[in-house]
């Protein structure tokens, strides 16, 4: 109930501008919760941007599941990477990863077409492609002790030579009607694709927070040796953390597969950089040991929103991208002050 | 303090005092340094010695106290400024970047340029000519220093001191990380310098050097001087031990409980070795016994419990928990068997500062509040907070950044951690390390109390008085070889002492 009165007495403070802005954000910023209000208000405000600019185009419920939508396998991507960054490591090849599993599937469906069991396939190739990625990426990180960041880019360049070598560099269309059926369906109104999104966030909330999993995840960025000295096996989780992220470029894959049509090597180029942009704008500690799940998801809707707001005025997306930049170097200024700050949760 | 047939001093300083967070570090410290001396700074760890050199070399600025500069009052506020008087430190932890050149190094900071360009060819002279100087022309300025041993990285550390206008350099341990040979080499070095008018300080605590090189001596404990400037040749080793050691120690000790003549073995180390750092340690330690390892820094004490423990792989030898072989390297294998290490480095090898107290209380243990993976975190915090009223910790706050508490709470953290856990044998690493005077007795009386309660534990200390105080057994560690092993009550602290210096000056 307290956080409602902050939001309200935030909200009303932000109108009064310039001068007042240092002390709310502070209030706003301490604690995880606060941080997390944060990104809501800068949502809220993109919300009220749009619904300005550009009226019902904007402000309707299909144009916010559009945006939704739009969102959702970025959303995806971000979520696996939220826990590599939390460990303290980088995931690069996440984008990479997806466009390979998307060609592998969509070629294995044509050379299986014949056969009923093309749908399980295509659903099936995604992930076991993300996983063996992940797999590559955690043993030579955790047990080659390679940084995480040039593992990763080699993987990501690496990934995306393979899929333009066996796709032959040609876009392959998914002809598989169930697939396509399944994956386009909706459930009450809602595409799948959200309801996907929906449900890894859920899932990877109760991970982070309420397992194992998630409090060695916490504990290893947090302090890597001190959690080894402690008895936690640092090396095996690594692995497992990057598997993750594997896992959730496979399902990214899916979606991907599902919502173009066809699998190609350029699906998924430069995702990285947005789904970092979007776990670091949440709030997730770069340096890791602290970052949050519903900060990712927002994270990625306030990026989409702002997409959405710039197509709906038919603006130029190079101010898009000047934008965004502006937003990331925004969110690791407050970031930086008010890091040490609270313990994490949620 | 000054013979009247002694000229004016190079530096005077008279009563520094400098507090952090409320630990007074110096309590008024005497120091006078003469042109041309080797003045030798004796004390033991956290005497406060690295204190006094980073007021003197304008790391720190001094709570109170005056420092006189050839004769004039100075605040040396700056590090830049004290090159500028004439000042240099050479510090324990040699400051060279590896990636550049011997020339580069000696002229980082303060490079010979014009308009941004780099004369290299002057430089390079310059430098050759510093060596020349410094006894060593063989070594080439254009040499990567990264390439150089440990002995010449601190001949071009010198260099570099002396490309300012020195005429004092402060010298921090710098034996520290030679061997024999290259000490007799640094020794012919300093005496070139105090030849050619620059004085030296040099800090150390083997006593077998500063006989050889000092000319004075001024002892440091507990943050003051104890003496200032006696002549090293006219001052008994026994007197400068005394001086080292001798406080007028409360008995914060509580009473040994004798140790059941029945009492199980609990962990026994049978010729464990680790290749560079120690060989052959042998050590027992039955339920309810405390042994503990004294030896000086490097000596290899810390490394034979992280080789315990598995967080090292040891090279040879085995450790064995209740008769149980432990698999060389594995910490998960030891604290499995039932091992606990409270490390040396408390804040970044033992607690996750930014975490909630309770989870690092539960570290080890989390994965048993768990069903199928899910934590029940009501229980978790339930129990952490039960060992943390246990131990005293304050705050009981289970919630708490674990960052604000202060560094005896964080040293119960780590106790209440393995008492948690269930461990039969504790390793405690520096366990009063950062913990404040009033905090020490309430630790001794935990280690004790967990003894006492049929623990066996193994404790390393920098403070030989700690050792003795509450060991059963001491193990005197020098140069990675187990000196002697003998009841705690056969030896004191200047026993100690003197193996250790024997060992350390062999």
């Not at chain 1, 997409?307 to 991208?321: A, C, E, I, K, P």
């Not at chain 2, 001794?444 to 060991?471: C, D, P, W």
Request: hydrophobic share 50%; charged share 20%.
């Amino acid at each position: 109930m307290s956080e409602r009165d902050g939001a309200i007495a935030a909200q009303s403070d932000s109108h009064n501008e310039a001068e007042n802005h240092p002390g709310v954000l502070r209030r706003i910023m301490s604690g995880s919760v606060g941080r997390n209000l944060g990104l809501v208000i800068a949502l809220v405000v993109l919300v009220i941007v749009g619904t300005i600019t550009a009226g019902d185009r904007f402000a309707s419920y299909d144009n916010f599941l559009t945006i939704i939508r739009f969102a959702s396998i970025i959303g995806v991507i971000s979520i696996g990477l939220t826990f590599v960054i939390i460990a303290g490591g980088i995931d690069l090849s996440v984008g990479s990863v997806m466009g390979l599993a998307t060609v592998v599937a969509s070629l294995a469906a044509v050379q299986a077409a014949a056969t009923q069991s093309s749908w399980i396939l295509m659903v099936l190739i995604p992930l076991g492609v993300g996983i063996a990625a992940g797999l590559v990426n955690g043993i030579v990180i955790a047990y080659g002790n390679v940084v995480a960041f040039m593992a990763t880019l080699a993987m990501l360049v690496g990934a995306r030579g393979l899929a333009e070598l066996i796709s032959g560099r040609r876009t392959q269309i998914v002809i598989e009607t169930g697939f396509l059926q399944f994956t386009r369906s909706s459930i009450i109104g809602v595409p799948l694709l959200i309801w996907v999104f929906l449900i890894v966030a859920i899932v990877a909330w109760f991970l982070l927070n309420r397992t194992t999993f998630g409090r060695r995840t916490v504990a290893i960025g947090g302090n890597r040796e001190a959690s080894r000295l402690a008895g936690i096996r640092v090396k095996r989780h690594l692995v497992y953390v990057y598997v993750l992220s594997g896992l959730t470029a496979g399902i990214a894959g899916i979606m991907m597969l599902g919502r173009t049509t066809a699998g190609t090597s350029t699906h998924g180029g430069l995702y990285e950089l947005d789904a970092i942009a979007a776990v670091v704008v949440g709030g997730t500690l770069l340096i890791g040991g602290r970052g949050t799940i519903v900060g990712t998801v927002l994270g990625v809707l306030i990026f989409s929103t702002l997409t959405n707001v710039f197509t709906q005025n038919n603006l130029d997306t190079s101010v898009q991208s000047i934008t965004k930049g502006l937003i990331i170097v925004v969110a690791v200024l407050l970031q930086q002050r008010f890091a040490t700050r609270g313990p994490s949760g949620t | 303090m000054i013979d009247d047939d002694h000229p004016e001093p190079l530096l005077m300083v008279h009563g520094i005092t400098k507090a952090f967070a409320g630990v007074q570090a110096l309590k008024g410290v005497d120091l006078e340094v003469r042109a041309a001396e080797v003045h030798c700074l004796l004390g033991q760890n956290g005497a406060g010695k690295s204190t006094l050199i980073k007021v003197l070399s304008g790391v720190y600025q001094p709570d109170a106290g005056v420092i006189r500069w050839q004769g004039d009052e100075v605040s040396i506020i700056h590090p830049v400024f004290a090159l500028g008087l004439g000042i240099a430190t050479m510090y324990q932890e040699l400051d060279v970047v590896e990636g550049l050149t011997i020339a580069e190094n000696i002229f980082l900071g303060h490079e010979r340029a014009s308009g941004g360009m780099l004369k290299v060819k002057e430089a390079n002279r310059a430098a050759r000519a510093l060596l020349v100087r410094l006894g060593h022309g063989n070594l080439s300025p254009g040499t990567e220093v990264g390439r150089l041993s440990a002995a010449n990285k601190q001949i071009v550390s010198m260099a570099r001191a002396l490309s300012h206008d020195t005429k004092l350099i402060i010298m921090d341990e710098p034996s520290a990380v030679l061997d024999s040979e290259e000490v007799r080499n640094l020794f012919r070095v300093i005496r070139e310098l105090t030849a050619q008018g620059v004085a030296v300080v040099y800090i150390s605590h083997r006593l077998e050097e500063i006989r050889q090189i000092g000319d004075r001596i001024t002892v440091i404990k507990d943050g003051s001087s104890m003496s200032v400037g006696l002549s090293v040749a006219d001052t008994p080793t026994a007197d400068l031990i005394t001086l080292m050691t001798g406080r007028a120690v409360a008995n914060v000790f509580p009473d040994r409980v004798p140790v059941a003549a029945d009492a199980p073995v609990l962990i026994d180390v049978q010729g464990l070795s680790l290749r560079g750092h120690f060989s052959d340690v042998n050590l027992s330690v039955r339920a309810g016994e405390i042994v503990g390892l004294a030896g000086l820094v490097g000596s290899g004490r810390s490394e034979i419990l992280e080789t315990i423990y598995g967080a090292r792989k040891a090279s040879g030898g085995r450790v064995r928990v209740s008769g149980v072989r432990l698999t060389a390297g594995s910490v998960n294998d030891a604290v499995r068997a039932g091992i606990g290490l409270a490390p040396e480095e408390r804040k970044s090898q033992g607690l996750i500062l930014d975490e909630q107290v309770y989870r690092n209380v539960t570290l080890s243990t989390f994965a048993r509040f768990a069903r199928g993976g899910f934590l029940d975190e009501r229980r978790e915090r339930q129990l952490a907070l039960e060992q943390m009223q246990a131990l005293e910790l304050r705050p009981a706050d289970p919630d708490r950044a674990t960052r604000t508490l202060s560094g005896g709470n964080q040293q119960k953290v780590l106790l209440a951690r393995w008492l948690l856990h269930g461990t039969k044998v504790l390793l405690l690493d520096e366990p009063t390390r950062g913990v404040d005077v009033g905090a020490r007795a309430e630790i001794y009386a935990l280690i004790r109390r967990l003894s006492a309660a049929g623990t066996a534990i193994i404790l390393v200390s920098s403070e030989i008085e700690e050792v003795i105080g509450l060991a059963d057994r001491v193990l005197v560690i020098g140069d990675g070889e187990v000196l002697t092993t003998t009841d705690a009550h056969a030896i004191d602290e200047r026993g100690v002492l003197d193996l250790v210096m024997k060992g350390a000056a062999a």
